[in-house]
């Protein structure tokens, strides 16, 4: 499936281009490169997980924030095959507050680099938007690729973000309560978001993700590799 409106696309192109250098120029530093590192533990072991978070962030003592959300994820092809990769856009709402407004993410694709850097990096953008953004998604030629509804808790170091959160299999026949998981597992991923070029981000993130162990190994993890 192609973009069928090459005028549309470039417009939208032009939207999510916050990294190039031009704009960065022109508004000054733009924190939209995310510094990431993920990994997953069973559900048996979580709260163990849970208990040495509470114990090493920040503000425990009003709790780590909560979170229950639908996402849903859309895949924009390039206009020609030469153009490049397709794009990820993801947009979530929570489930608990129907009220509340969406939210819509796009994802560049991570890069790995060497052994010696500490995290995968991509680039990120997080918009509020109106409740009418699935369906201008879809006018605008993207295709809808899976839903699902993720639950957990929101952890936070300093500026590092902790989220401990489990998958869902989304059905809207269904209460949130008697949605299926989609594994036994927990899925973990620590996270930055800064400015292009703070590469010593990664250097904390590690230092953290170390005194975790040996409950969970947090690490670059490439979905895409076979």
């Known amino acids: ?69 639908h996402e849903v994820s859309f895949l924009l092809m390039s206009v020609t095959a030469t153009s490049g990769p397709p794009v990820t856009f993801r947009v979530r709402r929570a489930v608990d507050d129907p009220s509340s407004a969406w939210q819509l993410r796009y994802l560049g694709n991570p890069e790995f680099g060497d052994k010696t850097r500490p995290t995968a990096v991509r680039s990120i953008l997080d918009i509020a938007c109106g409740s009418d953004i699935v369906e201008f998604l879809k006018e605008l030629g993207c295709r809808r690729e899976f839903d699902f509804v993720s639950k957990g808790f929101i952890f936070r170091k300093g ?28 899925y973990v991923e620590m996270s930055v978001v800064a400015p292009s070029g703070q590469d010593t981000i990664g250097n904390d993130m590690r230092l953290m993700a170390d005194q975790l162990k040996p409950l969970i190994t947090l690490d670059k993890v490439d979905f895409n590799r076979r």
């Open 1 to 69: 499936m192609e973009f069928d409106n090459p005028n549309k696309f470039s417009e939208l192109n032009a939207v999510i281009a916050v990294d190039t250098p031009g704009i960065v120029q022109k508004h000054g530093n733009v924190s939209n490169q995310e510094y990431l590192l993920q990994g997953s533990i069973f559900d048996k072991s979580v709260e163990v997980l849970l208990h040495r978070l509470r114990g090493l962030c920040d503000n425990m003592d009003v709790g780590p924030e909560s979170f229950h959300d």
């Open 159 to 186: 500026r590092i973000k902790i989220v401990v959160g489990k998958f869902y299999r989304y059905d809207s026949t269904k209460n949130p309560a008697e949605l299926e998981p989609v594994t036994g597992a927990h």
